[in-house]
């Protein structure tokens, strides 16, 4: 990347640390069951194998576990085997209460994987849990409450202590309290401290950001091409030949390193330059003697060759991304999202997403417009609420119904109440904050009653800069260039405005508007200037961007922890519930 | 040199304590030595400060060692009749004392009474003796009471008498009878063996995981053999028994008889044996008086000894200290206490009461009526420190300090003597040892100030062991008290470690004194404090006069949050003892609802235990009480009870929605939730395949949906019955396998199949707007390629998507032919896009140049390349003229 860290940025610590201590437990685990023969994947279908007992290491869902029922073909056909299921990262009564209701909870022994947390990259790390957000804010169910504070504590443990947390959401709050709770049951040691402060946010303080369309380059790969666990598989476009081919992302790779946090628009400037770089060092053999091209081939060549293939690489996949987008129809998509996100020029935008769900451009994109229509609006009016809906049902099929049902739910999509003033239901929502029993009982549904004030949050945060000022892309001034200067993400914002402040002070007004659970805890310790940010519903390649412009505009290292990576079509996705 | 003599005992012996100048009075006692083949002793008496009392040390020499008799206690007790009659176990380690007097008394009327006293003889319970006959006594390590009934069974009660459990050492014994018992120690806890009436023993090798085990039979043998011991060797139990001149080792699985070497047949019949403490050691006593000692894998002999007294000794007990060589058992008759040395050496007390002997770590305690008294050999370092003119580094430094203490330069010539040896760093070590040999607070003090006083001339020695020893004999002194009676030696101190005796005085319930000593001691609060408080608030939930409500302040005064304390323990066991409203109170102070809710579950609170399950936040404990709950309750009230709970309410609807589904409907028909029940509904109708069941289904949605007042979801559910139909209708009609598409799709479907009509029917039928019907048709129509069809379509009416989507979708068909058609028509604010969309650089610029404006020209111009001079002219002179107006 073109800017410099500045030099007093810590360094950040090793997590690969994480990965050895979960290996090195389901390998103790696995040689308990002695030699492990081949691995498969858990499919709702029969198992086919001869070997005289079966591990299942599997996520503790219901789903998955009725898939379990070999047991019980094998019980049928007389074969006795031994079973073994390990759950990870820990197991859930309700699972073996599946398992009991099957009736083989006696044939199967279980056990707990204790694996938390997959560092993607030096700073990123996943819990990967993409049901964590649908479980949360749409069922009310909040298992995984308690794994977040579980990872929290590991994480605590191996890199603590923590000198101050900070959090927003109701389930951050949660994950706090578990994890706390945690600390004190068990022991603790001083230890030097790697990390300095932490800031727990749920993903519905800020829904605006993930439904954006992303274009810094990883988050355009992300939404394009998908990259799953760090891993991306890039087709034959791309990769200009009849094979497909899988690629890590990450930091190793040197060319994406530099490239990843980019605006789309740079990046092609960048290979260009890179790849004249490139054609530099390899004509340097010209006039070589035969001792120095040894010494080339042996030292420089590999290097170059990697290189090489990188670039060819993401020039491909750059280049399959601009067919997609820079066609006008992203363009014009991009100028509505800008318009809803300034709250500028509505009636158009409506107008463009109507044609959109008439033209029936994507199921998804069309839903995905209406919910950040409905959150930046703070709900449709209902005369477009029905007429939208109604087409788009007509469009997708009924069974949308349940969709509709889901994103009002979670507060995505939501239709105005009418003759319901703010200020009624700011006071109704107020109270139920105050009053503490009351906002037990209705906690879980607080949802319902949320109301997006994203209007409200941007003025007091600025968060979408004045449009007539040209915005220079290469040279970015704030976060906001990961959306092409029209809007600082709100979840990045409140991490810088919350590191500033070092807590919530003067920030009561925006609190409010979020629904309150905030919180501030305070201890010593030395690595204030490593900061982990921790997702409680999963966060994008674009907020990551914008924290580590931040980071290194302010002299911070932000270590991200996410419950999944999550992008517009993800968060959608699972809120899904056409059973198509 | 004789200087002090003080008390004639035993049969005219005489005894002398012999003084150098340097053993002052500070030293009390020291030195006999040996004339007659019998032995010569004194007894001593010192001032005992710290008890107060008159405790009297007897010091007898039996080669090659010095032996120790200390008086203890005086006995609290006050026994009418001795220890005559009674049956009586003392437990080592300085443990309580059980005594059950006239066990074998059958008459109702007066039944026999259980006492219990502290080793002082502190009385602790007593109560009458109500179930049946009592063959034996004994006390477990954890300090609970045994007492094994004739009949086979075995009733546990606690240090307090209280009943706690029992069990039987097998059926067969209720029959047979015990004939005796004994209760033994292993490292795998406390056994009991027992032999029947049927000569057969059988071994239970630790209550508290009980396994019986059956022995095999011992040939030959009738009724009760004349002595038997169970020994733990190669981490086997086994029974040694003699029956008459035979000796038998029986182990599980047989019955080998065994001879001591060196034993002669002719000595007589084994009547008494005893094993060492630590099972090392095997004493045999026979009728003609003959005492054989040796190893108890009856490898080696040690000695035999002729104690000349035929009669069976009642006790026999090893008295040694760990690591010594010397051992040497003590007998006891009735009158008579003898203790014999591996030398052959035997030295003999009067008794004037019947006694009880007990065997410890390093010595024997001798428990009469009247008072206690302690046995050992005196370790090594404390016979070096008191020997007569002792030249041992640490006697050296204990008379250099007294000389420093009367500033008496002598002080320096002690002290030079030991610094020429250079061994002051083991004068001090010598002095700290003995000192926690001591037992008298007296003689400690002025071994440590020794110590402490040598320790000043050293530079760098570490002061962790005087330090640790200072500490320890504080506690020692403490527990030793008359009121709490615990005589530990420090040897048995530190074999039953710090944590032990802190539960042994939990046991005892003294409190404060375990608490003051974790404190002193520096333990850990989670070890120490907090496992004291914990048995604390235990035992003080059962006070049965005191109101729920002052013991649950108390407690939570006292306990507070201190770490480590589980308040849902204490309040098991306050339900234990049927308080329940007091462990509710007490649950309320349990930080970790996770710990709450399993107990409430047992008492059956279930609606506390669901909210304390929600409050904890884990839901899967919530889940455990949702899932207890569904089995306890009848359905409706588990649903009320759900329906006041939502995360619990939201996480049995989770499951439900995917274990089952008939459940949800129910749940929703509960609450009268029409929407979800609706919702569920027309799930439901996704996951049927028969038409008719589908629409009946979504008959059952609308109604839910109209019931909820959602009249748009009842419309929208409504045109899809209706399409369905239709399509059902299609598909038999012309097979166009429709069902199930949307609107949308089924529309599509029909124009690529050609059907206008129908497509147009429905169209109207659903109201479909226009400018999505539109697109569909555009886009279907150019898809086909019928551009006839298309341009016939665009000339039907005006259209209301206009006309540039015309000319853009048949550009994507790259028909430019049929795209240029429609630029006319296309409105003049898109006429520029249009013109450029077909790539007619020259009709865009001539419009742009219409229309003045700049943005657009600027669009062309971006578009031209090199070879278009002739319109980059035309359109930047338009440019600058349109600039100048």
């Known amino acids: 990347m073109a800017h410099s860290a500045r030099r007093d940025s810590p360094e950040l610590p090793d997590f690969s640390l994480l990965k050895r201590l979960a290996r090195d437990q389901l390998i103790y685990l696995l040689e308990q069951q002695h030699e492990v023969d081949k691995l498969y994947k858990v499919e709702y279908k029969p198992i086919v194998s001869t070997s005289d007992q079966l591990c299942f290491l599997i996520r503790p869902r219901i789903q998955t576990v009725k898939w379990i029922y070999v047991a019980n073909a094998d019980k049928a056909a007389g074969r006795f085997r031994r079973y073994k299921i390990i759950f990870t990262p820990q197991k859930f009564y309700a699972c073996e209460a599946v398992l009991e209701e099957q009736g083989i909870f006696g044939d199967v022994t279980t056990d707990e994987w204790a694996f938390y947390l997959l560092p993607l990259d030096d700073d990123i790390i996943s819990l990967e849990l993409p049901e964590f957000f649908r479980d949360n804010f749409l069922a009310g169910d909040q298992r995984w409450v308690r794994t977040a504070g579980s990872a929290l504590h590991l994480l605590h443990t191996v890199y603590g202590p923590f000198s101050k947390i900070h959090g927003i959401g109701r389930f951050s709050k949660m994950a706090y309290e578990s994890w706390r709770e945690q600390v004190e049951e068990g022991e603790t040691k001083a230890r030097q401290a790697e990390i300095g402060k932490v800031f727990l946010i749920d993903r519905d303080v800020d829904y605006v950001t993930p439904l954006c369309s992303q274009v810094v380059y990883e988050g355009l790969v992300d939404d394009i091409f998908r990259i799953k666990c760090g891993c991306v598989e890039f087709g034959t476009d791309v990769t200009s030949s009849d094979k497909r081919v899988k690629v890590m992302l990450n930091s190793q790779d040197k060319v994406f390193d530099e490239i990843r946090n980019e605006h789309f628009s740079n990046v092609f400037g960048f290979l260009s330059q890179k790849a004249k770089n490139l054609q530099t060092a390899y004509d340097k053999r010209r006039g070589m003697d035969i001792q120095q091209i040894k010494t080339f081939v042996s030292e420089e060549l590999k290097g170059l060759k990697q290189e090489h293939r990188l670039l060819s690489l993401h020039i491909g996949a750059s280049e399959s991304m601009m067919k997609k987008k820079t066609k006008q129809d992203f363009q014009e998509l991009l100028k509505t999202e800008h318009s809803l996100l300034e709250g500028f020029e509505i009636r158009e935008c409506i107008t463009f997403i109507e044609e959109h769900i008439n033209r029936q451009v994507s199921m998804i994109e069309s839903l995905r417009l209406l919910c950040l229509l409905s959150i930046t609006e703070n709900g449709l009016l209902p005369k477009d609420y029905r007429s939208l809906k109604a087409q788009y049902l007509q469009s997708y099929g009924v069974d949308h119904l349940l969709t509709f049902a889901n994103l009002k739910q979670s507060g995505l999509l939501v239709e105005q109440q009418p003759g319901e003033t703010l200020t009624v239901m700011e006071s109704k929502v107020g109270k139920l904050v105050n009053d503490k029993a009351a906002g037990k009982l209705t906690d879980a549904f607080s949802s319902l009653a949320k109301k997006s004030h994203f209007r409200a949050l941007s003025k007091k945060l600025n968060l979408v800069p004045k449009s007539d000022e040209e915005y220079d892309l290469r040279v970015p001034r704030d976060m906001a260039y990961i959306f092409s200067g029209a809007y600082v993400p709100l979840s990045c914002k409140l991490v810088e405005q919350v590191l500033e402040r070092d807590g919530w002070t003067g920030l009561e007004e925006v609190t409010r508007l979020l629904n309150g659970h905030e919180f501030s805890v305070t201890a010593k310790n030395d690595a204030q200037r490593i900061v982990l940010v921790m997702f409680l519903g999963g966060c994008t390649f674009s907020e990551i961007s914008a924290l580590r412009f931040l980071g290194r505009e302010r002299g911070y290292k932000f270590i991200v922890v996410t419950t999944a990576i999550t992008n517009s079509s993800r968060l959608i996705e699972t809120l899904l519930d056409n059973h198509a | ?885």
Request: hydrophobic share 35%.
């Open chain 2, 1 to 885: 040199m004789v200087s002090v003599l003080t008390e004639w005992t035993c049969g005219g012996h005489v005894g002398f304590i012999l003084d150098r100048k340097r053993f002052t009075t500070r030293a009390p006692w020291r030195i006999l030595h040996c004339r007659s083949p019998d032995l010569l002793f004194t007894r001593v008496s010192t001032p005992a400060l710290s008890r107060g009392s008159l405790s009297s040390h007897t010091m007898f020499f039996l080669p090659p060692s010095d032996f120790l008799k200390t008086e203890l206690y005086e006995m609290s007790w006050n026994l009418r009749d001795g220890l005559r009659d009674s049956l009586v176990a003392a437990a080592p380690y300085g443990g309580p004392i059980a005594l059950l007097r006239e066990p074998h008394r059958r008459s109702p009327s007066s039944r026999p009474q259980l006492e219990i006293y502290s080793a002082s003889g502190v009385d602790i319970a007593s109560f009458p003796w109500k179930s049946g006959p009592v063959v034996q006594l004994g006390w477990t390590v954890s300090d609970e009471l045994l007492c094994i009934q004739e009949d086979g069974s075995v009733l546990i009660y606690d240090l307090f008498g209280s009943f706690k459990r029992h069990f039987t050492m097998g059926q067969e014994v209720v029959q047979t009878q015990v004939l005796e018992a004994k209760v033994f120690h292993s490292p795998y806890g406390t056994g009991v063996a027992i032999v029947t009436g049927s000569s057969r023993f059988t071994l239970a090798t630790n209550i508290d995981d009980l396994k019986l085990r059956r022995l095999p039979e011992v040939p030959g043998l009738q009724g009760k053999p004349s002595c038997w011991v169970v020994l733990t060797q190669d981490r086997q139990t086994k029974v040694l028994l003699s029956n008459g001149p035979e000796l038998y080792i029986l182990d599980n699985t047989s019955c080998t008889a065994v001879c001591p070497p060196g034993f002669s047949p002719q000595v007589g019949n084994i009547v008494q044996m005893a094993v060492s403490f630590s099972y090392k050691y095997l004493a045999l006593f026979t009728d003609t008086g003959h005492l054989w000692t040796g190893s108890s894998h009856l490898q080696d002999k040690l000695s035999e000894v002729d104690t000349k007294k035929t009669p069976t000794p009642k006790h026999m007990v090893w008295c040694r200290r760990p690591k010594s060589q010397q051992p040497s058992v003590v007998l006891m008759w009735d009158r008579l206490l003898l203790v014999a040395g591996v030398c052959g050496d035997t030295i003999q007390f009067p008794l004037e009461d019947p006694c009880v002997l007990v065997g410890e770590l390093d010595g024997v305690r001798i428990i009469s009526s009247t008072n206690q008294e302690l046995l050992q050999e005196v370790p090594l370092v404390c016979q070096d420190m008191f020997k007569i003119a002792s030249m041992a580094p640490g006697a050296l430094l204990l008379e250099a300090h007294r000389e420093y203490e009367k500033s008496s330069q002598k002080a320096d010539e002690y002290l030079r003597e030991i610094k020429e040896q250079s061994m002051l760093g083991e004068a001090v070590r010598q002095c700290v040892e003995a000192a926690g040999h001591e037992y008298d607070p007296s003689t400690q003090k002025s071994l440590l100030r020794a110590a402490s006083f040598g320790k000043c001339f050293l530079t760098d020695f570490s002061p962790d062991q005087f330090v640790t020893t200072c500490r320890e004999l504080r506690v020692l002194n403490g527990v030793r008290e008359n009121g709490v009676g615990l005589p530990l030696t420090h040897t048995q101190f530190k074999q039953m470690t710090l944590q032990v005796l802190i539960d042994r005085l939990v046991y005892r319930q003294f409190y404060p004194l375990a608490i003051e000593m974790c404190r002193y001691l520096k333990i850990p609060d989670y070890q120490g404090v907090s496992r004291v408080l914990k048995h604390w608030a235990s035992c003080k939930v059962q006070q049965k006069d005191l109101s729920d409500d002052a013991i649950a302040r108390v407690v939570c005064v006292k306990v507070g949050d201190s770490p480590g304390v589980s308040y849902s323990h204490i309040a098991a066991k306050a339900y234990e003892c049927g308080r329940t409203e007091l462990a509710i109170k007490l649950l309320d102070s349990e930080a970790r609802s996770g710990e709450q809710v399993p107990l409430l579950l047992k008492m059956k609170r279930s609606q506390l235990a669901l909210s304390k399950a929600v409050e904890s936040g884990d839901t899967d404990l919530v889940y455990t009480v949702v899932s207890y709950l569904k089995n306890e309750m009848n359905r409706g009230d588990f649903f009320m009870t759900l329906r006041n709970q939502p995360v619990a309410l939201s996480l049995y609807r989770q499951f439900c929605k995917l274990q089952e589904q008939e459940t949800l409907k129910d749940l929703y028909n509960q609450d009268d939730d029409h929407q979800e029940l609706a919702n569920y509904y027309v799930t439901a109708s996704y996951r049927e395949k028969r038409l008719d069941s589908r629409l009946s289904l979504l008959q059952s949605a609308i109604d839910e949906y109209n019931k909820a007042k959602n009249e748009f979801s009842a419309k929208m559910t409504e045109d899809e019955m209706r399409l369905l139909r239709f399509q059902r209708k299609l598909d038999d009609e012309k097979g166009a396998g429709l069902l199930g598409l949307s609107l949308q799709a089924t529309m599509e479907a029909l124009l690529s199949l050609g059907l206008h009509k129908q497509t147009e029917q429905l169209y109207r039928d659903f109201r479909v707007p226009d400018k999505r019907y539109w697109w569909l048709k555009l886009m279907s129509l150019a898809e086909k390629e019928e551009w006839e069809e298309l341009e016939k379509f665009s000339k039907s009416k005006k259209s209301p998507i206009g006309y540039l989507a015309f000319v853009d979708v048949c550009m994507k068909s790259n028909n430019k032919y049929e795209a240029k058609k429609y630029v006319s028509k296309v409105t003049p604010e898109q006429k520029v896009k249009a013109h450029l969309a077909v790539s007619d650089l020259e009709g865009a610029a001539d419009a742009a140049i219409e229309r003045k404006n700049d943005a657009e020209m600027g669009a062309i111009l971006s578009r031209c390349s090199a070879s278009d001079r002739l319109l980059i002219d035309r359109l930047n002179r338009a440019r600058a003229a349109a600039a100048k107006k």
